[in-house]
């Protein structure tokens, strides 16, 4: 019975200091994470910023797009149309 006491006193020491030592390593770990997740952050607020003048120009060139395609549809639209006009009258002819 005198070996079980210190036996159980220095596994229930190897186990609190193996916990303790994981714990720290995960703390540090994590602090490591925290530093680099403020670096991502104030990069990304950073680009924000440097974007946020492209909005307007941006949205000016993507409405002249939009005109731009409406005005080949139609012309694909015309097109077309002519050419189905010339297939009859060489059928005819």
Known sequence: ?????PATLVYVAILVLALASGLIAIVYFLN???????????????????VEPLHNALTAANEGLTTLLSHLQQARHNLAGADAAM???RRAG
Not at 1 to 5: E, H, K, N, Q, R
Request: hydrophobic share 50%; glycine share 8%.
């Open 1 to 5: 019975m005198s070996v079980l006491l």
């Open 32 to 50: 490591g994470a925290r530093a680099n997740l403020a670096q991502i952050a104030a990069s990304l607020r950073a680009v924000e910023s440097h």
């Open 87 to 89: 297939d009859g009258e």
